[in-house]
């Protein structure tokens, strides 16, 4: 058989998000594939996990699976990929800020304090799970002033308000922080080394 008819007989690839941040880091590292949005009601799904007691690791893999599921129930021919990430500090679970006033909120309460940042992703086929990894960071934000933190805010708003914890580290937010402890895409969103591992291994990609 031909590389090009292998290649024709491998599903194909669905991210099930639209996060610009997650379709970057796929295709700067090369992949071919198709980004769907999941929607899913993420804020009831992650409250009622935290009234059952679910460790923050179980919300973002359950999370992932969730939209994972929802995108491989319409395309049943796709390995479909779904992520999330959960930002955890002192067993509070943070959401995306719906207002500035919510994100200056939330980065006063991160301030001068070392936070966590859970990264998953699940991989449905043919309507089941595959393969799931969560990833975990450490991020300590440095004792920014409210004079910055009142500037950062209404500059970067647009951007920041899709971000669990009200920064974008690829940018300025980069500044709110002293010292990180984990990989760079984790941070990001994805654990992006071990789902290439796994996808060259299946043989999606090149090995």
Sequence with gaps: MTPEKAARLLPPLVLASTSATRI??????????????ARVDEESIRRALEAEGASPRDMADTLAEVKARKIAEKRPDALVIGCDQILELNRRIFA???????ARENLLALRGKTHRLLSAAVVYEEGKPVWRHVSEARLTMRDFSEAYLDSYIPRNWEKIRHSVGGYRLEEEGVRLFSALQGDHFTILGMPL???LSWLSLRGIIPA
């Design 24 to 37: 970057a880091m796929l295709e700067a590292a090369g992949l071919s594939f198709e980004s769907l949005p």
């Design 193 to 195: 080394l071990p789902l």
């Design 96 to 102: 995306k800020p719906e207002t500035p006033e919510e």
